[in-house]
């Protein structure tokens, strides 16, 4: 999806150093998207605000499909693991 891509090169971007306006810019999105995004990002990867959500809950949250949402952790340094169910007590 079109979408997809921009989100994950809007992480690629931030990863790089370039600045919120720049982004949105050179990937022709509009300034509150790219904010309202990167917002998005830093909650789940840099703040750790999964609030027990598993990868599925978090890359439905974003709305990026799996690959993309994997994408995007790498950029934030989180080799985000698919939780196995433990059974026992």
């Known amino acids: 999806m079109e ?15 370039v600045g919120r306006n ?10 509150i998207v790219v904010a309202n995004y990167l917002d998005i990002f830093s909650d ?16 439905e949250r974003t709305g990026l499909s799996s690959q993309s949402f994997d994408d995007v952790a790498r950029f934030y340094g989180v080799g ?10």
Do not use: C, M, T, Y
């Open 44 to 59: 789940i990867f840099e703040n750790g605000d999964l609030s027990g959500e598993g990868h599925r809950e978090s890359s």
């Open 80 to 89: 985000f693991r698919r939780r196995k169910r433990e059974s026992g007590s």
């Open 3 to 17: 979408l997809d891509r921009k989100l994950v090169d809007v992480a690629r971007l931030n990863s790089e150093g």
């Open 22 to 31: 720049s982004i949105a810019d050179q990937l022709g999105l509009e300034r």
